[in-house]
């Protein structure tokens, strides 16, 4: 009887070290896994912004227990038994967010249905997942719903739903104080307002303007505002200096961001610039006509009717035909000051000149005294009608011995009749 108790027991003491190790777990319900906060960047999407929602997942488990039991022995002595406890930690498997018609999950890699796997994670941790979104180019205005899924392989998967607002309101450039007319060689202010429309705040907020001519200067040519929070508003002022006369088109251009994406915003305007108390040209004497070929003269008063002093006063005549020839060149007047007059004149080969009427004009430019810029002005337009040249008349002597040879055939025929009647 004995030894057939020994034999049993070396059996289950010999079965003991064959078996290293056994495991058992303690399940009070599982780990549970819930998204604590999110946060959507931007704030506020506009049609075609890309954005980020980040979200903080934590295992709220801290109840559940695993142990782990391993029993060992040797022959002919007792068995032993060890008993380990651990935390059950949340076996996360994927993590992937639902698409909307509206907002699109923008995915990264070839598995385009999960985002990653992301682990353990033991109770009371918690991590903060990123998630690329895209607003649809033609989204309305609106607050649209995406669920975030998470998949837990030893507790409950997590269903959460996601706000995201959607709304296409932008910067805007509005007119404060845009003069419709403006004076040539003088400095004007331009006031404009640049406004956020949003219900959130935008950066990198700039502004300059754009012409389609080198004929106006602005000071300064750019601004740079910054950050502009919700319904924020804000007053910039340009001077702009025009160089030449006429109506100009301007476009003032605001720059911004919401946050990593890029706007661009703009405002059409004009002015007409014009010339008022200037450099003056008077004209004093031309010819209403003139026989192609003759030389017509015409002469100029250049008045300086500003208010300071110019200098480098030039008239340059203009024309359509570059084979016109005009003597001189360029007429340079020099130094004027307040109130001056001085005369200038031109004489111009009628040779090139079409018959019929003909249009010379004539410019002014000059510099500013101050600034040393260069100013022109249209100054005057000369009309010149240019006749066909006559054919030379017969000279008088011809026509004297032609009525002499008349009066002496005459004479002739006379004389030779009497002379015939005496026979």
Do not use: C
């Not at 039991?69 to 059950?88: E, L, P, R, Y």
């Amino acid at each position: 009887m004995i030894s057939t108790n020994k034999s049993i027991t070396l059996v289950f003491a010999v079965a003991a070290l064959l078996l290293l190790a056994t495991a058992a777990v303690s399940d009070t319900g599982g780990p549970a896994v819930m998204v604590t906060d999110y946060k959507v960047e931007p704030e506020v999407l506009m049609p075609g912004d890309t954005g980020t929602i980040t979200v903080t997942i934590m295992n709220m488990d801290t109840k559940s227990l695993e142990q782990e039991s391993t029993t060992s022995g040797k022959t002919g002595s007792d068995t032993s038994t060890t008993q380990m406890t651990s935390a059950v930690s949340a076996e996360i498997e994927t993590i992937r967010l639902s698409s909307s018609g509206e907002i699109e999950w923008l995915q990264k890699g070839s598995h385009r249905t999960k985002y990653y796997n992301v682990g353990s994670l033991g109770q009371g941790q918690s991590i903060l997942i990123s998630l690329p979104i895209k607003a649809d180019d033609s989204a309305s205005d609106g607050t649209y719903f995406t669920e975030l899924y998470i998949e837990v392989d030893n507790g409950d998967n997590v269903r959460f739903p996601v706000s995201v607002k959607v709304e296409s309101s932008s910067v805007e450039i509005l007119e404060k104080d845009i003069p419709a007319d403006i004076s040539l060689s003088e400095s004007s202010e331009i006031a404009i307002v640049v406004a956020n429309n949003r219900p959130n705040s935008v950066s990198g907020v700039q502004v300059h303007v754009q012409t389609e001519t080198d004929e106006l200067e602005f000071i300064p040519e750019r601004i740079y505002i910054g950050n502009l929070a919700p319904d924020e508003q804000r007053d910039l002022i340009f001077s702009i200096t025009p160089l030449s006369v006429g109506n100009k088109a301007l476009q003032f251009v605001v720059d911004y961001k919401n946050d990593v994406n890029s706007h661009r915003s703009t405002l059409d305007s004009k002015v007409s610039v014009k010339s008022s108390s200037d450099i003056k040209l008077i004209l004093v004497a031309a010819p209403d006509s003139v026989a192609k070929g003759e030389v017509a003269k015409i002469e100029f008063d250049v008045a300086n009717g500003m208010t300071k002093d110019v200098k480098a006063v030039t008239v340059v005549p203009v024309s359509d035909s570059r084979n016109v020839r005009i003597l001189p060149s360029q007429y340079f007047v020099g130094d004027m000051e307040v109130g001056d007059v001085f005369s200038a004149s031109f004489d111009i080969d009628s040779t090139e000149l079409r018959v019929g009427d003909n249009k010379l004009a004539f410019d002014l430019s000059y510099r500013d005294i101050d600034t040393d810029r260069i100013y022109e002005t249209r100054g005057y337009e000369v009309k010149i009608e240019v006749k066909e040249q006559q054919k030379e008349a017969i000279p008088a002597i011809t026509l004297a011995f032609v009525a002499l040879l008349v009066v002496l055939v005459v004479v002739g025929v006379f004389l030779w009749r009497r002379a015939k009647r005496r026979k």
